[in-house]
């Protein structure tokens, strides 16, 4: 069966530097997602993406957060300079787009660790 | 303001014990609701949507709009449930983003 995949698992950077996390979502799907779930708190929504372009975004999704989709399998998040509290897991959704019975396929997470 | 909301952090019950988890929902309007599961070392995956109205693994969930709950239950608890449960609710129309309840690990005792 086709599944969400994110690399890196696990991503340690220092604060202020830039990451990327990167997804592959499944190949025929249109709508995409970023969550993510601080260690003991809910998982909560940064962002959706459509059509090349973000669709919905949180307050959490502040300009310090980017997402593109730079060619027909990947779709990244960018957080440009890094603050401990970034520090969380962070999953990748995405949905096929037809039919009725939507379902978001999660990806596996990036454990982001930021020091 | 949409708001899941799961009480327990946790509920141990004893393998073949009846199991619930409860939800509590907060949206104006119409949404869907739904229950993900955790299983240790694996990602979200769906369990059940209440607009499918189906049993999963033998969990059923029922929306009681009066009461704006959406229980999980579960006849007989097994081993192999130990997991998270996360509640979750979107707005009607499919493609928009799900808010999640806090979650509740379910611990099955042998």
């Known amino acids: 069966e086709p599944e969400v995949t994110q690399t890196p698992s696990h991503q340690v950077t220092q604060m202020g530097q830039e990451v990327i996390l990167r997804c592959v979502p499944i190949?025929?799907?249109?709508?995409f997602y970023w969550y993510r779930q601080i260690l003991g708190q809910k998982v909560e929504f940064l962002v959706s993406?459509?059509?090349?372009?973000?669709?919905?975004k949180s307050e959490i999704f502040d300009d310090q957060f980017s997402v593109e989709r730079p060619d027909g399998s990947n779709f990244t998040l960018k957080i440009r300079s890094t603050k401990l509290e970034d520090s969380a897991m962070y999953f990748c959704?995405?949905?096929?787009?037809?039919?009725?019975?939507?379902?978001?396929?999660f990806g596996p997470g990036t454990r982001l660790t930021v020091t | 303001a949409q708001r899941v909301t799961q009480p327990e952090k946790l509920l141990s019950v004893f393998k073949g014990a009846p199991v619930e988890l409860k939800c509590n929902y907060s949206y104006s309007g119409s949404p869907e609701l739904f229950w993900y599961v955790q299983y240790s070392r694996q990602r979200l995956q769906l369990l059940l949507r209440h607009i499918s109205r189906e049993s999963i693994k033998g969990f059923t969930a029922d929306l009681n709009k009066g009461e704006t709950s959406f229980h999980l239950k579960k006849p007989f608890a097994q081993e192999e449930d130990s997991a998270m449960y996360y509640c979750a609710l979107s707005g009607a129309g499919g493609y928009q983003k799900v808010t999640f309840g806090t979650g509740t690990k379910l611990q099955v005792i042998p």
């Open positions: 190949s025929n799907h249109l709508y």
């Open positions: 959704a995405s949905i096929e787009g037809s039919g009725a019975l939507y379902e978001q396929y």
């Open positions: 993406f459509y059509n090349n372009e973000i669709s919905e």
